[in-house]
């Protein structure tokens, strides 16, 4: 009796126990992945975590299909690391494996359909469907569901495929395929026969009428004579040597056909860098120096560092000299970053340093290219050394990693939303680094309250940089205050005077600016001024967001869309007006105030492609834009050398929001904005607009005043409860029925204020009571700091099992965030 436990990519908690045959048992190692039968007619790619021989008591294991892998493509370490993801994040296994494997490793079942070679068929008695079916399949050995579609020109073809197999005539079978074709390029080169002095007169002879073929080989020959003057001759593709000759691919395959050339495929790697590698050695400044010292003496009594330094300070110089340090002994490198945009900016730095040493790893890039990656990484390759990545990379098999750097650790893009496993990346890095025996150097301009906080207690050590690289001066800020603007009207639009002023310094200097709203849309309301209707959206309790220039009104939350209104929709009154901006609006009133400027938008809706945030970066950089308005994706650590200036169209949007960490999001985010201006020689400006200028939070952001933010910050969150003195885990209930979700949620609530003690909150409606016509309610649970945090999930994952219990109550989802951020 062999058998191997393995973990399914479905949402499901337990692992499942399938039986091999004696050889296989010797062949399978733990980190492979097998096919094996799931429910009824489904086959899904597993992954082997055990091999033993303990039969299941529970049921009778099935055999599995067949085993997809020669060597295992995940590390035990891997598989120890997720096993913790779903312990502490609260989340199934299989999510897990789901969110981190490439999904082209993890092969769908996909339906053939053939007919029995056995059996005697009466032709007279199918219907005309049945006969085509029957006809198609005298042509082909197999069929799909969606050659029968398309065969039969109807959606419904499941009864004619049933009948068919209830009169015996065809056989259903489950087929997995690999999805991941490697890069092949295909090369010419000349036929044998061809390659002597006399053999070339032969060609010359046989291609006298054919010009245009003349004319190609003619290139052929060119463009190896300078391949070889260049050095060692490389093979040439096809497809250059049609650009080249400026034919076409018919010709080149006439060629092949008359035995002039041969053609063959290379395999090739989808993501190559061919740039040179800088020879010069990088010089540190004193500060980065000192602080660079810090850093290792810091590593050899912890694990994990904080790198505090002011914007612009040169944090990236320091990371690239400890890279070298680690890539001298060998080890795998990870660089995590918590947006793409970053990615971009980045790559480009760290390639012109180690050249193709580097890979990175994102959701832009296709399965091809992240499974080349994923290989890369498992074979301990060159080309993988040191991955730059976002959240996901962290997933990736590194056999011997011995160095994370998280950069702008603050982001609160490193925690994921939505789907499990919800887990924090930069916590999660921590963990996986102690597997690996690694170090973590964590960077920030604003360091997150709770990583500040580990700092100054010891846990982690803290290096700091007070000034900027170059001794460049941090920039002037000045706050304008909107109420008075309005009230003595001096606002063009959304602008002050005093903004337009300065952008039009900027502008006549040649210098560049960036102007931050962090709302995308024209505008969040449109409301009728006759009887104060909003258009709000029919699956979810929000107003929907005018988008100019698709003329449409959006939901950001479920997509749902509607062709702006001409009159109002409950009273038909055509005074119709907008209420609020998004960086559209920016952008059509900048047009209007600067005619000759080039104006660029960077938000959700301009970066959607796989390039989008190169074209923009980079015509940003290469200075083709002058002014760029944007959301958060500009607060991150980019570098602009030309921009002199940045205004915050509104600070106080982010400042009131529902949330405990608002004020040091606000802080964090107008500091990062802010530290986009002056970068090089010349001191850069910042202009605040806000209703409320003499704000705590705003005038710390003035006075560049870290450090008095965290001591107000610190003050509130130990009274309130709050990180870092309590963990908070966030329950959330959604469900289509609101009576139910109500008593359900209140059940749930009862249960465990009864039983946990510790403050338990809620149920609560969010601001944003329904999305997609599910209703919400939250629960928050607050685990003080001397309470084992462990033990308290446990005894909440009992609540929740006895809470699915209840038949009432099941078709209730429950969806647990651990250190909801």
Not at 105 to 111: A, N, Q, R
Not at 118 to 130: A, C, G, K, M, Y
Not at 405 to 417: G, R
Not at 691 to 706: A, F
């Amino acid at each position: 009796m062999y058998f191997v436990e393995v973990i399914l990519p479905l949402s499901l908690d337990k692992t499942f126990t399938y039986s091999v045959s004696e050889a296989e048992f010797h062949y399978i190692k733990k980190g492979m992945r097998v096919a094996v039968p799931f429910g009824k007619s489904k086959i899904y790619t597993a992954l082997v975590i055990e091999i033993h021989q303990n039969k299941p008591a529970l049921y009778e294991a099935k055999e599995i299909h067949q085993i997809l892998d020669e060597r295992p493509i995940v590390t035990e370490i891997q598989i120890r690391h997720w096993q913790w993801i779903a312990s502490y994040y609260m989340c199934a296994i299989g999510d897990v494996y789901r969110g981190a494997m490439p999904s082209a490793l993890l092969l769908e079942s996909e339906t053939l359909i053939s007919q029995k070679t056995d059996s005697f068929i009466d032709t007279s008695l199918l219907s005309d469907d049945e006969f085509l079916v029957y006809e198609a399949l005298q042509q082909q050995s197999s069929l799909k569901v969606q050659d029968i579609i398309a065969i039969l020109n109807k959606k419904n073809i499941f009864p004619v495929i049933q009948k068919l197999v209830d009169k015996n005539i065809l056989v259903l079978q489950e087929e997995i395929q690999e999805s991941y074709k490697p890069k092949l390029v295909r090369y010419l080169r000349l036929h044998p026969k061809y390659e002597s002095n006399q053999g070339l007169g032969e060609l010359l002879e046989t291609l006298k009428n054919a010009n245009k073929q003349k004319e190609i080989v003619m290139r052929y020959f060119q463009l190896c004579a300078t391949e070889k003057t260049q050095g060692a001759a490389k093979p040439i593709t096809v497809k250059k040597l049609i650009e080249e000759a400026n034919s076409s691919a018919a010709i080149v395959k006439a060629l092949i056909e008359k035995e002039i050339f041969e053609d063959y495929f290379l395999q090739e790697d989808r993501v190559n860098f061919n740039g040179k590698i800088n020879e010069g050695e990088l010089q540190l400044s004193l500060d980065q120096q000192t602080a660079f010292e810090e850093i290792k003496q810091s590593f050899t009594q912890k694990e994990v560092c904080l790198l505090h330094g002011v914007t612009s300070s040169g944090k990236t110089e320091i990371y690239i000299k400890l890279i070298e340090e680690y890539l001298a002994t060998g080890k795998q490198i990870l660089y995590l970053l918590p947006e793409i945009a970053l990615t971009t900016q980045l790559v480009g730095r760290l390639r012109a340093y180690f050249g193709n040493k580097v890979a990175v790893f994102h959701s832009k890039y296709n399965n091809n290219e992240r499974i080349e990656v994923w290989n890369q990484v498992l074979q301990k390759s060159e080309k993988a050394q040191v991955v730059i990545g976002a959240r996901s990379a962290l997933f990736l098999p590194f056999h011997d990693l011995g160095f994370i750097i998280i950069d702008e650790e603050h982001e609160q893009t490193f925690k994921q939303v939505d789907p499990a496993p919800r887990y924090h990346a930069r916590d999660a890095a921590i963990v996986l680094a102690h597997s690996h025996k690694a170090k973590v150097l964590l960077g920030s301009a604003t360091p997150s309250i709770e990583t500040y906080f580990n700092a100054k207690s010891d846990k982690f050590g803290l290096v700091e940089i007070t000034k900027r690289f170059g001794n460049v001066m941090m920039p002037n800020i000045e706050l304008v205050d909107l109420k008075d603007k309005y009230f003595r009207k001096k606002m063009t639009g959304h602008f002050s005077d005093v903004l337009i002023e300065e952008i039009s310094n900027a502008l006549s200097l040649g210098e560049q600016v960036i102007l931050f709203q962090n709302r995308r849309g024209y505008s969040p309301v449109v409301e009728c001024i006759t009887c104060g209707h909003v258009p709000q959206c029919q699956q979810c309790d929000v107003s929907l967001t005018y988008h100019k220039h698709k003329n449409q009104l959006r939901c950001h939350y479920c997509g749902y869309t509607m062709a702006k209104p001409t009159h109002c929709h409950a009273c038909s009154s055509i005074d119709l007006t907008t209420k609020g901006f998004g960086t559209e609006q920016i952008e059509q009133e900048l047009i209007s105030i600067f005619p000759n400027s080039k104006i660029g938008r960077m938000d959700q809706d301009t970066t959607r492609g796989k390039f989008g945030f190169e074209k923009i970066i980079d015509s940003f950089k290469n200075r083709e834009m002058d002014i760029l308005v944007g959301t958060q994706m500009l607060a991150k650590g980019l570098d602009f050398d030309n921009v002199s200036l940045v205004g915050i169209m509104n600070a106080d949007n982010m400042l009131y929001h529902p949330d405990f960490r608002a004020f040091e999001r606000s802080f964090q985010m107008m500091t990062q904005v802010a530290g986009r201006a002056g970068r090089s020689e010349k001191q850069g400006k910042v202009i605040i607009q806000t209703y409320n200028p003499n704000h705590n939070t705003i005038q710390q952001v003035t006075n560049n005043d870290y450090l008095g933010m965290y001591n107000e910050q610190l003050y509130d969150r130990q009274i309130y409860k709050y990180p870092p003195y309590f963990r908070i885990i966030k329950l959330t209930l959604k469900q289509r029925d609101f009576d139910k979700l109500k008593e359900g949620s209140m059940w749930l609530y009862q249960v465990m204020s009864q039983n946990l003690n510790m403050p338990v909150l809620g149920p609560e409606e969010p601001a944003i009571s329904r999305i997609r016509n599910e209703y919400i309610r939250t629960i928050i649970i607050k685990i003080p700091q001397n309470v084992s945090i462990g033990n308290t999930k446990k005894t909440i994952q009992k609540m929740l099992n006895s809470f699915e219990a209840v038949a009432q109550y099941r078709a209730i989802k429950v969806i647990s965030n651990v250190d909801f951020y």
